[in-house]
């Protein structure tokens, strides 16, 4: 083989394994920063999601796509502080496990799957208009709690709907060289 095809084949899986690492940290690292946040402050956490769960907050979206009027969210309100904490500790443990490429199919399998339902929920909060829907009240969710008052405390306010859906539609774009380098 030739020298210069040996040394390109290296380079290239050199390359390779860099670019993987970097968005592997930079993808498990936000993770693992969003987990923890929400995870320090679990009861404000399961507010934010006890608002989601309201008749007039997500499930009134559900009912005006599908046409599936009897869909509710309520009856997740009794397990809103469980979810809170499920949640923070399953961010937590798929940022590091994507870090250190443990069960890297699945890691990157539930990774992708909780970022494109986060993408759906930013848009739906983004593009959420108050008003009335078949008599229900529609509350919009203002703050989605991404990474809960700790950018209230840095920068002074919360991530708006429409960054928030910014930053999952690039948390997606991160992942995909992670999806093709790495399984």
């Known amino acids: 083989m030739n020298f210069f095809l040996k040394k390109s084949i290296i380079s290239n899986i050199i390359i390779k394994g860099m670019l993987s690492s970097f968005f592997r940290c930079l993808v498990g690292g936000t993770f693992i920063v969003s987990g923890i946040i929400k995870g320090n402050d679990a009861i404000g956490f399961s507010y934010k999601l006890v608002d989601y769960f309201q008749d007039g907050a997500l499930a009134y979206r559900v009912r ?3 046409g599936w009027e009897s ?4 009856w997740l309100v009794e397990y809103a502080l ?4 499920f949640i923070s500790v399953f961010e937590v443990v798929l940022g590091f496990s994507l ?3 443990a069960k890297i199919n699945t890691t990157l399998f539930f990774i992708f799957s909780l970022l494109i339902f986060f993408t759906f929920l930013t848009l739906h909060t983004a593009t959420c208009v108050e008003g009335f829907y078949k008599g229900i009240k529609i509350e919009c969710v203002k703050d989605c709690g991404c990474f809960g008052d700790a950018m209230r405390d840095s920068v002074g306010r919360s991530l708006l709907p ?3 859906f910014i930053k999952d539609i690039l948390l997606i774009l991160f992942t ?4 093709i380098f790495d399984r």
């Open 99 to 101: 870090i250190v490429r």
């Open 64 to 66: 005006q796509i599908f």
């Open 162 to 164: 429409w960054e928030s």
């Open 71 to 74: 869909f509710s969210l309520e």
């Open 82 to 85: 469980f979810l809170a904490v």
């Open 176 to 179: 995909i060289p992670i999806i």
